[in-house]
């Protein structure tokens, strides 16, 4: 029985019996449990036993986070700061998306009484020139325009 992310279109990603299929572009079959997929993106199977880093070379940065269940709140934080839009754009980032049970350390109310400017301060925060020394990536992914990294805590900009 496939378990589908909540917040992400059946389309987008499905996890079936612990295989993560990030597919676009075709119709699949796994474990005998077919799926739709929408178009734009190659597949990309994760699977516990996979290496950490993963390529989607032609999605953007802001398409990767848009579609990892794990980074949800995080892409809700670059929607509405408006940073989202730039991450789609021409460049190359570098972003620290925090999984999302990471938030849960926050002392409530922080993210959800910040102003439209505090919040596009955070989520640029996210958004580095390297990998800063003491963050644990959880997990690597490169897109066309950068490399989202899936870290352990929340980068609070400073005060």
Do not use: C
């Not at 295989?19 to 077919?34: C, N, P, Q, R, Y």
């Not at 597949?43 to 999605?59: G, M």
């Not at 839009?85 to 002392?107: R, T």
């Not at 989520?123 to 003491?134: D, I, K, T």
């Amino acid at each position: 029985m496939p378990v589908f992310a909540p917040h992400t279109p059946r389309s987008a990603l499905a996890v079936l019996s612990g295989t993560m299929i990030l597919s676009l572009g075709a119709w699949g079959v796994s474990d005998g449990i077919s799926f739709a997929a929408a178009a734009a993106v190659p597949a990309v199977v994760q699977t516990p036993a996979a290496a950490k880093v993963v390529e989607i070379s032609t999605s953007t940065v802001r398409d990767i986070i848009a579609l990892l269940p794990q980074t949800d709140r995080f892409d809700l934080l670059l929607y509405n700061s408006g940073v989202g839009k730039d991450l789609a754009g021409p460049g190359y980032y570098i972003v620290l998306a925090p999984q999302n049970n990471y938030f849960d350390y926050l002392a409530p109310g922080t993210i959800s009484h910040l102003t439209r400017q505090e919040a596009k301060e955070l989520a640029r925060n996210h958004v580095r020139e390297s990998l800063p020394e003491g963050v644990t990536v959880l997990k690597e992914y490169r897109g066309a325009n950068g490399v989202v990294y899936v870290i352990d805590t929340v980068l609070m900009p400073p005060q």
